[in-house]
């Protein structure tokens, strides 16, 4: 059974840092195999692509709203994602949520939640 399970999430200030994880169980062949997605969903807005890290490594992209301050990375001995998340703004308040796709197939983890506060 294919699984993905985030962590890491809760609260930051504005220009603080938080790291989730997303491990990920199941797969044949690993997480290397897979192409891995951070998402993220503010109430009241559509769900929109934070980070994507392809398979084998190919590619790393990100929309231009986080560029130089979220970074994806892969630990293929654990299989598991991780999304580092510096110089936080309130606007990056949302539920995140691991994305995997391995053929035609689409995996979501539960999502976690993200908020930023003073």
């Known amino acids: 059974q294919e699984q993905l399970v985030e962590s890491g999430g809760g609260l930051a200030q504005p220009g603080g840092s938080l790291r989730l994880s997303c491990t990920a169980s199941?797969?044949?062949?690993?997480?290397?195999?897979?192409?891995i997605s951070w998402y993220r969903q503010a109430p009241g807005l559509k769900r929109e692509l934070v980070a994507t890290?392809?398979?084998?490594?190919?590619?790393?992209n990100y929309p231009r709203s986080v560029q130089g301050r979220f970074t994806i990375s892969i630990d293929n001995a654990n299989n598991t994602v991780y999304l580092r998340m510096t110089n936080l703004k309130h606007e990056n308040t949302a539920v995140y949520f691991c994305?995997?796709?391995?053929?035609?197939?689409?995996?979501w983890g539960q999502g976690i939640q993200v908020t930023v506060s003073s």
């Open positions: 890290h392809t398979k084998f490594a190919h590619a790393v």
């Open positions: 199941g797969f044949t062949g690993g997480i290397s195999v897979l192409t």
């Open positions: 994305n995997a796709i391995k053929d035609d197939s689409n995996y």
